[in-house]
């Protein structure tokens, strides 16, 4: 079942690369700015981890949901302890809710999203511990494709955006 405002954001590098030790690959400050710009103002999902690796918590100016098997609510925003009731009230929501992360949480929502958000990042990360799963991207069409060279990292990014 496809829930037409959710959506995933996320920044990927070489083989689905995303993350490692619980961080982003890179500080690159065109991609965090698109996250901004993209999320403000829109429900952002998370998973336990995900929270803890925000240097500012919750995320301003957006409600920020936890999607957590084991843990509390922390203060300021909204947790859900399964699938079907996060469902439920993103449904509910007039604004598209864009997941955030982590691997796990992209792995058992994708199937649920109507769009992709994603930051293509042509970069070999070899140390990488957490994957995005991009054999489940050939479900979408590309409906937009901006390129920007991100001095920080001397590469060029591509922000795709994908619908079914």
């Known amino acids: 079942m496809i829930v037409d405002n959710l959506a995933?954001?996320?920044?990927?590098?070489?083989?689905?690369?995303?993350?490692?030790?619980?961080?982003l690959l890179w500080h690159i400050p065109e991609d965090l700015k698109y996250f901004k710009e993209t999320t403000i103002g829109h429900?952002?999902?998370m998973g336990w981890n995900t929270w803890?690796?925000?240097p500012k918590r919750p995320l301003p100016n957006r409600l920020n949901i936890i999607l957590s098997f084991k843990?509390?609510?922390?203060?300021?925003c909204k947790a859900f302890s399964n699938i079907?009731?996060?469902?439920?009230?993103?449904?509910q929501q007039d604004k598209t809710?864009?997941?955030?992360?982590g691997a796990s949480i992209y792995a058992q929502l994708i199937d649920y999203c109507k769009q992709l958000y994603i930051t293509w990042i042509d970069k070999e990360c070899n140390d990488a511990d957490a994957f995005f799963p991009i054999d489940k991207i050939c479900h979408f069409k590309l409906i937009n494709e901006k390129q920007h060279f991100a001095a920080s990292i001397n590469s060029v990014l591509r922000f795709c955006v994908y619908e079914r």
């Not at 070489?14 to 490692?20: L, N, T």
């Not at 843990?71 to 300021?76: K, L, N, S, V, Y």
């Open 84 to 91: 079907p009731d996060c469902l439920a009230f993103v449904k």
């Open 52 to 54: 803890l690796s925000l």
């Open 97 to 101: 809710c864009f997941v955030i992360g």
């Open 8 to 23: 995933i954001i996320v920044a990927i590098a070489q083989h689905g690369a995303i993350g490692r030790k619980n961080q």
């Open 43 to 45: 429900p952002v999902i």
């Open 71 to 76: 843990h509390t609510c922390p203060e300021g």
